[in-house]
């Protein structure tokens, strides 16, 4: 079953981007290739214009349909994917090495 | 070449002749002596911020706040009485000493909302103003009056939203200690700003150091250069950094910086995914739709020469509160606490407008992954520095004049230290800020 709406049935494939937390996605960077986050920013940025446009349709944020969240939360992720394709060419942010910063509290769509 | 005016004095230090403009000593950050005595000197004695009453909505709403940094073990629970009244007291029961709220872990802080706090060893029962209201089979003890058994208080007061305790009975009121530049920032909309992100750290590094990192831009153009367009960050680093104005009143400190990238000047400045969701480092290019963040509705302290390119203002609060506003409408605050001469908690908090669609939302959320990429470098050159300091191969270190802050955070955590050797452990707060603001008034006679 898809989790995404059907006119963004061509990012079906990417549906295990779709994570509510930050943790979540963060830990999916840290543990996806280049290769894999590249093929997400490079189909994700040509249609985040579509998905903000869509979403925004059926606002609020909170209380809005489930496929419509799992398209919130896909944009997210292609935000965080933008660091390691655009800056770092590689997961981790470069030179931090022995740091770790979490976020303990965030607004969860 | 200077690109903003200094003062007549020839540089921003040498306009506060107490600074001196010679190379600092950073022995301050790396002796564990020293560093207990700055527990007992600076955290035991000054005004430190918990949290925003946000985290309090209604009566009965409390959150316990872990402090070593005034101590092992010290702890404390801030609650909304039935006055509304933001209160704090030792989270400790008075029978035998039980911590009286936590769940699971004693260590871990917790939040909720009560009628009243009751120990889990005895069941003694407190009202959340603090006085022991039931103590089980009661008459077992001898000649108990449980008015004498209330909560142990500590001082709380609250600024603009912002609580803050201080350990020491005997401190100046809040507003006096925050002085000019609070007063100067009142009538920030902080309230309307709800949308809230929180980070944290653990840092091998001295607390210091850290706000020593975030009190200076010197850095920027150098340490997050790969973060800013190729062509961009080559301008930037050929610039190096200025700021716009430091001030200093008393212990307290601030520096103003231009900020071009809200929005930039020319799309190409900046990376894909800043151009189609209109936000960046400096946050969403946006001003959300409320009132008291233009240019000309900022209270008097933020931007205060009024500067076209003004772009963020960051205030230092002594000891380890930064509050720091962005122009385009929202801010952050960090908090330094520090468990060892080498290591310290770090917490981050954002705060925004909450958003009316996914497009503000994004933005957003753009702006606090791209901060948690900066504080990531920040973070890590800290243990890198303390590791190198601590050799002692070098004892002293030269600071430029865009380093100013730095010298002023070391002089005035050195200045409380003193003070508390000088008078043998006493209560000097009080002395200290009288002083410092005595200095701040020949200060601004002498410059206005």
Redesign the interface.
């Known amino acids: 079953m898809s989790k995404l709406p059907e006119e963004f049935a061509d990012l079906e494939r990417f549906s295990d981007w779709c994570l509510p937390t930050e943790e979540e996605r963060y830990s999916k960077r840290l543990n996806s290739t280049m290769a894999e986050m590249q093929e997400l920013y490079d189909a994700g940025?040509a249609r985040?214009?579509d998905?903000?446009v869509y979403?925004?349709a059926r606002?609020?944020?909170k209380g809005m349909p489930k496929d419509a969240k799992a398209l919130?939360h896909l944009?997210?992720s292609?935000?965080?994917v933008?660091?390691p394709v655009?800056?770092?060419k590689q997961p981790r942010?470069?030179?931090?090495?022995?740091?770790?910063?979490?976020?303990?509290?965030?607004?969860v769509? | 070449m200077a690109h903003f005016p200094k003062p007549a004095a020839g540089s921003w230090t040498q306009n506060w002749p107490e600074l001196g403009t010679a190379p600092v000593n950073y022995e301050d950050s790396i002796n564990p002596e020293h560093f207990k005595v700055e527990q007992q000197a600076i955290f035991k004695k000054t005004w430190l911020n918990v949290g925003r009453v946000e985290r309090l909505p209604k009566k009965g709403s409390y959150f316990t706040r872990e402090m070593p940094s005034a101590g092992p073990g010290t702890s404390v629970i801030i609650v909304k009485d039935k006055q509304e009244v933001v209160r704090a007291f030792y989270n400790m029961c008075r029978h035998r000493g039980n911590k009286l709220v936590w769940n699971d872990y004693p260590g871990e802080e917790v939040s909720g909302t009560c009628r009243q706090f009751t120990c889990k060893y005895h069941a003694w029962r407190y009202s959340l103003e603090g006085d022991l209201t039931f103590v089980q089979q009661e008459g077992e003890f001898f000649d108990l009056d449980k008015g004498d058994y209330g909560l142990v208080p500590v001082r709380c007061e609250v600024w603009e939203g912002f609580i803050f305790i201080n350990f020491d009975n005997g401190a100046a009121p809040l507003t006096e200690y925050l002085g000019d530049f609070a007063k100067g920032l009142e009538g920030y909309p902080f309230h309307e700003m709800t949308e809230h992100y929180s980070y944290r750290s653990e840092i091998n590094a001295n607390w210091k150091l850290f706000i020593d990192a975030f009190v200076e831009f010197y850095h920027a153009p150098i340490l997050h250069m790969k973060q800013a367009e190729k062509e961009e960050a080559e301008k930037l680093a050929k610039f190096g950094f200025e700021a716009l104005a430091y001030d200093i009143k008393g212990i307290h400190s601030m520096v103003s910086s231009w900020g071009g990238m809200s929005p930039p000047k020319d799309l190409s400045m900046v990376k894909p995914i800043e151009r189609i969701l209109h936000s960046g480092l400096f946050g969403p290019w946006d001003r959300p739709d409320i009132e008291g963040i233009q240019p000309d509705e900022l209270p008097p302290a933020i931007n205060p020469g009024r500067h076209k390119s003004w772009g963020t203002d960051s205030f230092e609060f002594f000891p380890n509160f930064t509050l720091l506003f962005w122009a385009p409408g929202w801010y952050l605050t960090y908090h330094y606490w520090p468990t060892a001469v080498d290591k310290h908690i770090f917490e981050a908090d954002l705060y925004f407008v909450p958003p009316k669609n996914l497009r503000e939302r994004l933005s957003q959320e753009l702006a606090a992954v791209t901060f948690k990429e900066y504080a990531f470098q920040d973070a890590n050159t800290l243990e890198a520095t303390q590791t190198q300091i601590g050799t002692r191969v070098v004892t002293d270190f030269p600071l430029c004049d865009q380093e100013i802050l730095l010298r002023h955070l070391h002089k005035t955590a050195w200045d409380y230290v003193n003070a508390y050797k000088n008078n043998d452990n006493g209560s000097t707060n009080g002395k200290h800020d009288a002083k410092a603001s005595q200095d701040e008034a020949e200060k601004d006679a002498a410059h206005v």
């Open positions: 940025m985040l214009e998905i903000m979403v925004d606002v609020p944020l919130v944009g997210q292609i935000v965080m933008s660091f655009e800056v770092w942010v470069l030179d931090s090495g022995a740091s770790y910063i979490q976020l303990i509290k965030e607004p769509v």
